[in-house]
């Protein structure tokens, strides 16, 4: 014998079909647990209210921040724009090797020409 219980009734599965003649009885502290169960559901809802204001608030404030992070996103790609403008203009600028090998070659060159004339003299024609 099978039974499945619907509301109050107990149906119960016989080889004839089903006998719905008993009826189980109701616990004696019923009333009571329907109602502590009713008080429950109140204080869920209210928390899920109270859930519901604070996910509004949560997603306004995602809102914003998606916008600010746009703006931070386009400042961004003007700073890189800007650095890779100043690298460029670095990568024209000599190095220190260079700079040196440069006012050396300068400093040869007159003291060569310095030496010409102090031994050889002003030429005169």
């Known amino acids: 014998m099978s039974s499945f219980k619907t509301s109050h009734l107990v149906l119960v599965g016989t080889e004839r079909g089903l006998d719905n003649t008993r009826r189980p009885p109701d616990p004696p502290d019923m009333e009571q647990r329907v109602s502590k169960l009713e008080a429950g559901m109140e204080e869920i809802r209210g928390t899920l209210g109270r859930m519901e204001s604070l996910l509004t608030r949560i997603d306004e404030r995602l809102t914003r921040v998606e916008g600010t992070t746009d703006r931070m996103d386009d400042r961004l790609r003007k700073v890189e724009t800007e650095i890779a403008r100043m690298d460029g203009r670095l990568s024209q600028v000599p190095t220190i090797g260079q700079t040196i090998g440069?006012?050396?070659?300068?400093?040869?060159?007159?003291?060569?020409?310095?030496?010409?004339?102090?031994?050889?003299?002003?030429?005169?024609?």
């Open 102 to 125: 440069v006012t050396i070659g300068l400093v040869g060159m007159i003291m060569g020409g310095l030496f010409a004339i102090l031994k050889y003299g002003v030429p005169t024609h």
